[in-house]
T-cell receptor
Framework: DAGVIQSPRHEVTEMGQEVTLRCKPI?????LFWYRQTMMRGLELLIY????????DSGMPEDRFSAKMPNASFSTLKIQPSEPRDSAVYFC????????????FGSGTQLSVL | GNSVTQMEGPVTLSEEAFLTINCTYTATGYPSLFWYVQYPGEGLQLLLKATKADDKGSNKGFEATYRKETTSFHLEKGSVQVSDSAVYFCALSALSSSGGSNYKLTFGKGTLLTVNP
């Protein structure tokens, strides 16, 4: 299995631009998570999908952030407009069950907003 | 609320040294405890887990014991290798008071381990 695939690996953009991060979970996994990692705050859960339905988006920082999962094999995290404080590593993770007993992470997207 | 506190790094050891990374937690409910490892440029990988008190999780020579009385889950390895250099995260998940799914992982800040030859 190819594992969780995220793209792009690195994204550099200017403040005010729209940024879209992409994730392909492991085939057969029905739970998908978006995490953000920063030095100051560590790893934070942004949103959790189960069977393509958003279950918990309480971690999404503000309305500039949105996430979709149109089908079982694809999810996006969009930031519009982006701000320098959004600079972080964004991870997508998936699991085959509703809990987190076996969570598989992608390699992350390093986002830099100038 | 739930929280995880792990020792600040960085930790620098020589090859074959003994490793301990301390982790303590605060949780409501009955948490499961995890150690994840992040190698440079990669995502996190589950290293080991324990789901109830006194359980010992082990993998690749690493082990950690779920100590409910001290609310701890310290990571240990008897003889580290250069290839163990990575960031180690302690984490917990706990069922909500309403008994809902434990889908949320609460992570510690991570401890950078560097092993020198």
């Amino acid at each position: 299995d190819a594992g969780v695939i995220q793209s792009p690996r690195h994204e550099v953009t200017e403040m005010g631009q729209e940024v879209t991060l992409r994730c392909k979970p492991i085939s057969g996994h029905n739970s998908l998570f978006w995490y953000r990692q920063t030095m100051m705050r560590g790893l934070e859960l942004l949103i959790y999908f189960n069977n393509n339905v958003p279950i918990d988006d309480s971690g999404m920082p503000e309305d500039r952030f949105s996430a979709k999962m149109p089908n079982a094999s694809f999810s996006t995290l969009k930031i519009q407009p982006s701000e320098p404080r959004d600079s972080a590593v964004y991870f997508c993770a998936s699991s085959s069950q509703q809990g987190v007993e076996k969570l598989f992470f992608g390699s992350g997207t390093q986002l830099s907003v100038l | 609320g739930n929280s995880v506190t792990q020792m600040e790094g960085p930790v620098t050891l020589s090859e074959e040294a003994f490793l301990t990374i301390n982790c303590t937690y605060t949780a409501t409910g009955y948490p499961s405890l995890f150690w994840y490892v992040q190698y440079p440029g990669e995502g996190l990988q589950l290293l080991l887990k324990a789901t109830k008190a006194d359980d010992k999780g082990s993998n690749k020579g690493f082990e950690a014991t779920y100590r409910k009385e001290t609310t701890s889950f310290h990571l240990e390895k008897g003889s580290v290798q250069v290839s163990d250099s990575a960031v180690y995260f302690c984490a917990l998940s706990a069922l909500s008071s309403s008994g809902g799914s434990n889908y949320k992982l609460t992570f510690g800040k991570g401890t950078l381990l560097t092993v020198n030859p």
